[in-house]
């Protein structure tokens, strides 16, 4: 993880489910962690995504 997510990651993942067992939290994890570097624009790197600001480097 990159950035300032452990808010995010506290309100979206720790907080919103029960987890069963640890596959369950890899699975729910990968799926935030690629949407938290691919598709939400970040303001400290100037409104990009991770990974646009990765490309444009």
Do not use: I
């Amino acid at each position: 993880m990159r950035g300032r997510p452990c808010g995010s990651f506290r309100r979206e993942v720790l907080n919103a489910y029960l987890f069963a067992n640890l596959a369950q939290v890899r699975e729910v994890v990968d799926r935030w962690l690629d949407d938290y570097n691919t598709k939400r624009p970040h303001q400290a790197l100037g409104f990009l995504t991770p990974k646009e600001f990765k490309e444009a480097a």
